[in-house]
Antibody
Framework: EVFLVESGGGLVQPGRSLRLSCVTS????????MHWVRQAPGKGLEWVST????????GYADSVKGRFTTSRDNAKNSLYLQMNSLRPEDTALYYC?????????????WGQGNLVTVSS | EIVMTQSPATLSVSPGERVTLSCRAS??????LAWYQQKPAQAPRLLIY???TRATGIPARFSGSGSGTAFTLTISRLQSEDFAVYYC?????????FGQGTKVEIK
């Protein structure tokens, strides 16, 4: 069975940093691209970032480009999102999601999400 | 960036009814469309990919159709567990984008 478990969220002041982690199990992690998708309170889904299976290709939404960095450690079956210069509009539930292949298409498994609140 | 537009925003229906949700893309995305279901306090669940292929374990009452710019998700006979928000997502090009969602609520 596939599991994705996010951690690292919490309350942070504007301008500060936070690092999210997503530990996975139940599939061959280094065969698949991984994604971060967020959902602001009461709002819809917003794609944030994608990293290919071998980390050779990484993409970001314009709203986070230059501030967020996605990485992965295939030896640890883990995905990471380093979030710098956080803004109130980054407040959201952050999901990690598994792709169906080696590069970004659609998402067949999702974690339960990790809440990030940016507020002074 | 391809804009995905879903309609209606909210649909009030009774159990047992047939439901049709619409998703339109601002430019052609061929068949590169997925549908997700999200219930309150839960993560989204993949329903349909390739515009019309049901994901593993998805009941046959869910069906997808369309190509190019116009797509539909149909629930043939709505059951109580189907009341949720439904999102479409294209994966034809970068960046992938989601529609704003259609909420299916109890009438």
């Amino acid at each position: 069975e596939v599991f994705l478990v996010e951690s690292g969220g919490g309350l942070v002041q504007p301008g500060r940093s936070l690092r999210l982690s997503c530990v996975t199990s139940g599939f061959t992690f280094d065969d698949y691209a991984m994604h971060w998708v967020r959902q602001a309170p009461g709002k819809g889904l917003e794609w944030v970032s994608t990293i290919s299976s071998n980390s050779a290709s990484i993409g970001y939404a314009d709203s986070v480009k230059g501030r967020f960095t996605t990485s992965r450690d295939n030896a640890k079956n883990s995905l990471y999102l380093q979030m710098n210069s956080l803004r109130p509009e980054d407040t959201a539930l952050y999901y990690c999601a598994k792709d169906i292949g080696a590069w970004g298409t659609y998402f067949d498994y999702w974690g339960q999400g990790n809440l990030v609140t940016v507020s002074s | 960036e391809i804009v995905m537009t879903q309609s209606p925003a909210t649909l009030s229906v009774s159990p047992g009814e047939r439901v049709t949700l619409s998703c339109r893309a601002s430019q052609s995305i061929s068949l590169n469309l997925a549908w997700y279901q999200q219930k309150p306090a839960q993560a989204p669940r993949l329903l349909i990919y390739g515009a019309s292929t049901r994901a593993t374990g998805i009941p046959a009452r869910f069906s997808g159709s369309g190509s190019g710019t116009a797509f539909t998700l149909t629930i043939s006979r709505l059951q109580s567990e189907d009341f949720a928000v439904y999102y479409c997502q294209h994966y034809n090009s970068w960046p992938v984008t989601f529609g704003q969602g259609t909420k299916v609520e109890i009438k």
